[in-house]
């Protein structure tokens, strides 16, 4: 046994907790959990069900060893689970869930979770907490803190692990940490013993993933604890140091502590889209990789599938070589990596230079440059941060504006708002918003990994053809400074119906599945030309078809077939907003709907759209290009599972 492990045991056993209902005198423990990254606490779900299922808010306590290790009893709350009906038998893929604590002073222990996707067999060490044999008989004593030793030799599908018989787990273990002696990490969750035998199973940390974008979020802090302490004398990495098998100074083998680092820098880039992480992994190792669990959704989950079987890792020049890709992966995107390539230079340094060179000459595989980079707009279970801009037409032709940063938790808080009851003139609305609305990108970028956050203008149809895409926040900017570029050039920038507040209605949600299940877009012309617009185009139109308009949206032809386009339940739509108003059609026309046929053919998906058109405006705006189709063109992206808050009921100020 290494000489390191008994230290991982203290501290796995200091991470480990036990819930107890929130009266302080009832004393029936509801089962074991442990923390992952401050504040917050991984558990089998079944452990929270049987009190939680009819009420997911009701508040709890955890606590720890409070003579040895852990916390005293503190409040906390469900944050989320996997479970999707709690009144069935839970799977092992979803039984999971995370606790967050209501105190974020609260300091603790972290245990740390395995990055690799797949994990030998062998021994492991679980943790949990137990009645003490003193319980049977006196009310109200504690729960002790219970260690065994059982072995993992068998996957039971699922992201289950089947424990081998002679393994005995008391009552209240479920929910705790299981150690992997070898690697030093936390690998899985208990989940079960058997019912009047031995042996028992447990849940692959793998499942974590199926969290998403909370996962995202969960193992960023994680990541970031751990880095923030991995020089300090006694922590999981120094320990971790100990039990491999090379030495610690040898520059061509990956360590634990280049693992921390390179793990906190990929927490702070914005988040890959599907796919992107097991094509540039696949890369790195030349070979297609086999996938084990649900899909990746961090880069910290690329950095896992450069391990052996064993648990072992890779060369160092191949985890250097990753994250050079996803160092330029990111960039493409217009994201910020200077943490991340200087911690790299710095390490490369260190190789011998056949190795470095190859990694310097790493270049991203060829599916994954070019148009093919595109960041796909959020979707609603997404934590992503969008900036929106709502404004709503009042008497005399003025409008109101107000300005939230929607990050997905449903809050809808207002940033800033216009505070003249009389509102503005449309001509004077950029003057007046965009100190504002600087700050808010300001904030909603760095909250995101500094990737530029989207940006809806929420406005009505007759307003449609508002230059929003043209707007720039500064008078003026230093030459060649992209972070001033025109709004729609630097941003994914949608347009969303304000007539559609609310609860979405059925045609439009419809519409929305349709298009989301058709996948490649397809444009979608008014014909003929020459006579007005009937609802009949609009209704009948393919599910992947996207209405095209040369004309205006505010006024004439345009505005009727936006309407009925609107009435029909469309949520994508792109127009000119310089067009013509009626009559037919010139070269312009011909032009834009040429133009707009090859781009919606090029994008695989809805989400797609609104950054490619961005590129395109990026295009123009750098080569100065006039005349070019796309120019002054608008897209409606009013996505109906993220709809637009209802105005708050009550008396109104007028003018």
Request: aromatic fraction near 6%; charged fraction near 25%; charge should be negative.
């Amino acid at each position: 046994m290494s000489d390191g492990l008994p230290d991982l045991h203290a501290l796995t056993r200091a991470a480990t907790v036990h819930f107890l209902p929130e009266d302080p005198y009832a004393t029936e423990m509801w089962g074991s959990g442990f923390f992952v990254a401050p504040g917050w606490i991984l558990t089998a779900a079944h452990v929270l069900v049987p009190y939680l299922r009819e009420d997911r808010d009701r508040p709890f306590r955890v606590a720890g060893d409070e003579l040895q290790y852990g916390i005293a009893p503190t409040g906390a709350r469900l944050e989320q689970w996997l479970v999707t009906d709690p009144w069935e038998d839970i799977p092992a893929q979803l039984d999971l869930a995370l606790v967050r604590l209501l105190d974020d002073g609260v300091e603790h222990e972290c245990v740390w979770i395995g990055d690799q996707a797949a994990s030998a067999g062998g021994e492991r060490q679980v943790f949990g907490f137990r009645p003490t044999p003193q319980d049977a008989v006196h009310t109200g004593a504690r729960y002790g803190l219970w260690r065994g030793m059982v072995t993992a030799n068998v996957d039971d599908g699922d992201l289950a692990v089947r424990f081998a018989s002679l393994a005995e787990f008391p009552p209240g273990v479920s929910g705790g940490p299981v150690l992997d002696p070898v690697t030093g990490a936390v690998l899985e969750v208990v989940k079960s013993g058997r019912v009047g035998q031995d042996g028992g199973r447990a849940v692959s940390a793998v499942a974590l993933r199926r969290f998403g974008a909370l996962y995202r979020e969960v193992m960023a802090s994680h990541d970031r604890w751990h880095h923030g302490r991995h020089g300090t004398t006694g922590s999981w990495t120094d320990h971790q140091a100990q039990l491999v098998r090379h030495s610690a100074a040898d520059p061509e083998r990956w360590s634990s502590h280049d693992r921390v680092a390179a793990l906190n820098h990929l927490a702070a880039l914005a988040p890959p889209h599907p796919g992107v992480v097991e094509r540039l992994a696949g890369h790195v190792r030349n070979q297609r990789l086999a996938r084990t669990g649900p899909p990746p959704v961090t880069w910290r989950d690329g950095h896992g599938l450069l391990y052996e079987g064993d648990g072992t890792p890779l060369e160092a020049y191949v985890f250097l070589h990753y994250l050079r890709l996803v160092g330029e992966w990111t960039r493409t995107g217009g994201g910020d990596t200077g943490g991340l390539d200087a911690w790299v230079a710095g390490r490369l340094r260190r190789l011998p230079p056949h190795l470095r060179r190859l990694v310097e000459q790493a270049r991203l595989p060829q599916e994954e440059s070019g148009d093919r980079v595109v960041i796909p707009y959020p979707g609603p279970d997404e934590r992503a941060y969008i900036v929106v801009v709502e404004l709503d037409e009042l008497p005399y032709g003025t409008v109101h504006w107000q300005i939230r940063i929607d990050d997905g938790s449903g809050d809808n808080e207002i940033f800033a708002s216009e505070r003249d009851p009389n509102g503005v003139q449309p001509a004077h609305l950029r003057h007046h918003l965009r100190e504002r609305l600087a700050e808010a990108f300001r904030i909603a970028d760095a909250a995101g990994g500094g990737v530029p956050a989207p940006c809806e203008v929420v406005l009505s149809a007759g307003y449609f053809d508002t230059p929003v895409h043209r707007w720039q926040l500064a008078d003026e900017a230093p030459l060649g400074d992209d972070a001033h570029l025109p709004l729609g050039a630097r941003r994914r920038l949608v347009l969303r119906n304000a007539d559609r507040r609310g609860e979405p209605d059925t045609r439009w949600k419809e519409r929305w599945n349709a298009v989301a299940e058709s996948g490649a877009l397809a444009a979608s012309r008014l014909r003929p030309v020459q006579q007005p617009p009937r609802s009949k185009h609009f209704t009948d139109m393919q599910p992947s078809g996207v209405p095209v308009l040369c004309h205006r949206a505010s006024r004439g032809v345009g505005r009727r077939a936006i309407g009925l386009a609107l009435d029909a339940g469309h949520g994508i739509a792109l127009w000119r907003i310089d067009g013509h108003e009626r009559g037919p059609c010139g070269d312009g026309c011909e032009k834009l709907h040429r133009g707009a046929a090859e781009l919606l053919a090029l994008t695989g998906s809805a989400p797609e759209l609104p950054d490619r058109l961005r590129r395109i405006r990026e295009d123009i705006h750098k080569r100065r290009t006039k005349g070019h189709w796309a120019e002054a063109i608008a897209v409606m992206y009013d996505d109906p599972r993220r709809p637009v808050p209802q105005r708050p009921m009550g008396p109104v100020n007028s003018p």
